[in-house]
T-cell receptor, first 115, second 114 residues
Framework: EPEVTQTPSHQVTQMGQEVILRCVPI?????FYWYRQILGQKVEFLVS????????KSEIFDDQFSVERPDGSNFTLKIRSTKLEDSAMYFC?????????????FGSGTRLTVV | AQTVTQSQPEMSVQEAETVTLSCTYD???????LFWYKQPPSRQMILVIR??????QNATENRFSVNFQKAAKSFSLKISDSQLGDAAMYFC???????????FGTGTSLTVIP
């Protein structure tokens, strides 16, 4: 069964450093998403991306975040200057349709630890 | 904004027994989707079951079924004949019919006791 692949599975970074989280969505999917889950809290929506532009973003997704689909296969989330509160599990997801009746396909997540 | 509440942070069940996980939500919309996702230790979130709000009939997928009470805004998941592989974090999620953003609960960690 097709999978969404995320790398790395765990990343440790120093506060103030830039970090890039990588995702390879399912190949025929057109819509891409990032969610995050701070330990013990809800999974929260960050951003959705379609046709090489952001289609929707949450309040969390401020100027320190950016997304990109640099080469037609990868979908990346960049955090420019990490803060301690950015420590979380980050999930990438993709879907073939804008309003997927059957939900997204999620990746296994990248655990980001900011020290 | 829509909110999803899972009031049971942890649950346990004996193997082969039945367990019910609770979920309530708040919305002013009349048409939406509800989902249960499973996140095993391998961490990939897997769709377990979905329910369309305009359908009266409760969804069923093999050993998994839901009790959807629209008026009460309740969406519980029943797992029958629990297996060791059912041990995971279970998330309830809401999505409006016209939006592509999911709203998740905080999750319920299910332990299956051999």
């Amino acid at each position: 069964e097709p999978e969404v692949t995320q790398t790395p599975s765990h990343q440790v970074t120093q506060m103030g450093q830039e970090v890039i989280l990588r995702c390879v969505p399912i190949s025929n999917h057109l819509y891409f998403y990032w969610y995050r889950q701070i330990l013990g809290q809800k999974v929260e929506f960050l951003v959705s991306f379609y046709n090489n532009e952001i289609s929707e973003k949450s309040e969390i997704f401020d100027d320190q975040f950016s997304v990109e689909r640099p080469d037609g296969s990868n979908f990346t989330l960049k955090i420019r200057s990490t803060k301690l509160e950015d420590s979380a599990m980050y999930f990438c997801a993709s879907s073939a349709d804008r309003l997927p009746n059957y939900g997204y396909t999620f990746g296994s997540g990248t655990r980001l630890t900011v020290v | 904004a829509q909110t999803v509440t899972q009031s049971q942070p942890e649950m346990s069940v004996q193997e082969a027994e039945t367990v019910t996980l609770s979920c309530t939500y708040d919305t002013s919309e009349s048409d939406y989707y509800l989902f249960w996702y499973k996140q095993p230790p391998s961490r990939q979130m897997i769709l377990v079951i979905r329910q369309e709000a305009y359908k009266q009939q409760n969804a069923t997928e093999n050993r998994f079924s839901v009790n959807f009470q629209k008026a009460a805004k309740s969406f519980s998941l029943k797992i029958s004949d629990s297996q060791l592989g059912d041990a995971a974090m279970y998330f309830c999620a809401y999505r409006s019919r016209t939006g592509n953003q999911f709203y998740f609960g905080t999750g319920t960690s299910l332990t299956v006791i051999p």
